[in-house]
């Protein structure tokens, strides 16, 4: 089967989500200075500052199979894009240390949702041989937004703003958030959707527009995976027969976080002058930061259905716990900090090669139709909890010991190798409703 031109579209919008969600989640790094100063932050309400947008994405995350399941994936996103607009705009306007965080909060929610809600329609729009590399593409648009992020953060930090540099930083992502409004307007809603809530003349229109070529074989094993014509299109998601796949998406999302990769990202300028770095290297480090993420997730996305995403992890969790283990030596001895940009580039590329490009495609993968918004939610919920956690106590433990959460990161890394070694499948090349019957779930 050919890529449909249709297909390829609708997948770049629902993706440009995740475009949104990784210049959001990154920019905060290039104000985290100015904003110390300008409201007199402590370590402690530094990581509050920071981990407010966190915990508005565990909000969204944990809410959005609500929408997703009710008024369908892509109305949802529709929703997502408001609250980056009204985020955006918020956090430039913001009067005070109250409104920042609390519109940080808001685009949390959007960046939470986002993260559940793209990959699932993604996902479910996609045939089986190309549905890596297609949901890989959010993940794609999630390191492509860092890197415009931290690229936008020295820019801006060149156009002489003064102390409204902050203010334009984390308010210009506004206008990509309106495009991304205006363009979910231009593709079709999720075919696995419209079978749950027994629209199947429609389901059968979005497979042919988006290239399917036995329209009515599938159209014919989504209805029976999802019981639709009985009406079990809803299930609970704590029930025994879904323990694997609970398991799955609890564990792929804190060893997401585990990794360490969310608390350098945000703090990256923090960590590079902490170890010397002046503000204007500390923001062109943090672009090759990005750029190295950006061309190494290019790389697993394609390869990941050949390789696998089993095979992916494994590489990934050596490679991490490897170039963590230098990071904490580097901060525990005060000796080679020259080194340290080279570690982190390496700990970036290995991420971005494993558990960057994985999670959400795995996440979207391993839930059977009828409670996959439940499920994704669930992964999501957890990647984001685990987040704002770390986030949040970075900061705080890096004052008293620049070393040791390093050393944790490494060790979780170790853990995650023989995790996803002895209790992982194989998603690869398998069509959603095959998957379903390959892990026993009736």
């Not at 329609?121 to 593409?137: D, K, M, N, Q």
């Not at 415009?148 to 409204?164: E, R, V």
């Not at 996803?420 to 779930?441: A, D, N, S």
Request: proline fraction near 3%; hydrophobic fraction near 55%; glycine fraction near 12%.
């Amino acid at each position: 089967m050919k890529l449909n031109a249709y297909l390829l579209r609708s997948t770049i919008v629902a993706a440009l989500g995740g475009l949104l969600f990784g210049f959001d989640t990154a920019v905060i790094a290039g104000a985290t200075k100015a904003l110390t100063g300008v409201y007199q932050l402590t370590p402690a309400s530094l990581g509050w500052t920071v981990a407010s947008a966190l915990w508005g994405t565990i909000l969204g995350a944990m809410l959005a199979g609500i929408p997703g399941d009710r008024f369908g994936r892509r109305d949802s996103l529709r929703i997502m894009a408001v609250l980056y607009v009204v985020s955006a705009f918020g956090c430039a306007f913001a009067w005070d240390w109250y409104s920042l965080v609390f519109f940080r909060f808001i685009g949390g929610l959007g960046i939470g949702g986002s993260s559940v809600l793209g990959p699932m329609y993604i996902a479910e729009i996609s045939p089986a041989r190309w549905r890596g590399r297609l949901v890989g593409f959010f993940q794609f648009n999630v390191v492509a937004g860092i890197l415009l992020a931290y690229l936008s953060n020295y820019l801006i930090g060149l156009g002489g703003f003064g102390a409204a540099e902050w203010r334009w930083k984390l308010g210009i992502s506004g206008i990509p958030a309106i495009l991304f409004f205006l363009m979910l307007f231009g593709i079709p809603r999720s075919p696995r959707w419209l079978c749950q809530k027994k629209r199947a003349a429609e389901a059968r229109q979005v497979l042919q527009v988006i290239g399917e070529e036995n329209v009515e074989g599938e159209l014919k094993d989504i209805v029976a995976s999802i019981d639709a014509e009985h009406g079990h299109g809803q299930e609970p998601l704590f029930t025994a027969k879904y323990k694997l796949p609970i398991f799955l998406a609890v564990t792929i999302g804190m060893f997401n976080q585990l990794s360490g990769i969310n608390a350098i990202l945000y703090y990256l300028n923090d960590i590079f002058a902490k170890a010397g770095f002046d503000k204007v290297s500390s923001d062109l480090q943090a672009v090759a930061i990005g750029a190295t993420n950006l061309i190494f997730t290019m790389l697993a996305m394609s390869v990941i259905d050949k390789v696998g995403r089993k095979t992916l992890l494994l590489i990934g969790s050596v490679g991490t716990a490897a170039c963590l283990a230098g990071v904490a030596y580097i901060f525990s001895s005060a000796r080679h900090e020259g080194m340290l940009v080279w570690l982190l580039v390496g700990f970036i590329a290995c991420f971005a090669f494993s558990q960057g490009a994985v999670i959400w495609v795995y996440l979207s993968e391993v839930f059977p139709n009828r409670v996959r918004a439940k499920g994704q939610s669930l992964g999501s919920f957890t990647h984001w909890v685990m987040n704002a956690l770390i986030s949040g106590l970075f900061p705080v433990v890096a004052a008293t010991s620049g070393g040791a959460p390093f050393v944790f990161f490494a060790a979780m890394m170790v853990l995650q190798f023989f995790v996803v070694l002895f209790t992982y499948p194989e998603t690869k090349g398998v069509t959603l409703e095959e998957m379903q019957r390959k892990m026993g779930i009736a």
